[in-house]
């Protein structure tokens, strides 16, 4: 018979908030993650299966839509993510990540 209910059964994912913070601290910005067309994604929500692994950040002379590309996208592709600015407003795609990090 098998036990269903078990510890062993259970997988462990990160929710979407754990990520977000895990960006910010890697990247030095925040973050917000939407659903393929463009709903925010509640904090809690547990809809990825992969943490965010990187250890250093992207360079500053990376672009906002270079950074989605080469770190987010690899990671959790189909989703879309917005970079923001410290008081909260969206960077566009052609903003340097340096440009980003020091408004924080």
């Not at 895990?22 to 030095?28: D, L, P, S, T």
């Not at 903003?95 to 980003?100: A, M, N, P, Y």
Request: aromatic share 10%; charged share 30%; hydrophobic share 30%.
């Amino acid at each position: 018979m098998i036990d269903n209910d078990s510890d062993d059964c259970e997988v462990n994912m990160p929710n979407i908030g754990s990520i977000e913070r895990r960006i910010q601290r890697v990247e030095g910005f925040r973050v917000r993650l939407l659903y393929p067309d463009g709903r925010n994604i509640r904090s809690d929500q547990q809809d990825f299966q992969h943490n965010y692994n990187y250890e250093r950040a992207a360079s500053d002379e990376m672009t906002v839509s270079q950074w989605r590309e080469s770190r987010f996208q690899n990671v959790y592709a189909g989703f879309k993510v917005e970079v923001l600015f410290r008081d909260g407003r969206i960077a566009n795609g052609n903003t340097k990540l340096r440009s980003v990090r020091a408004t924080y």
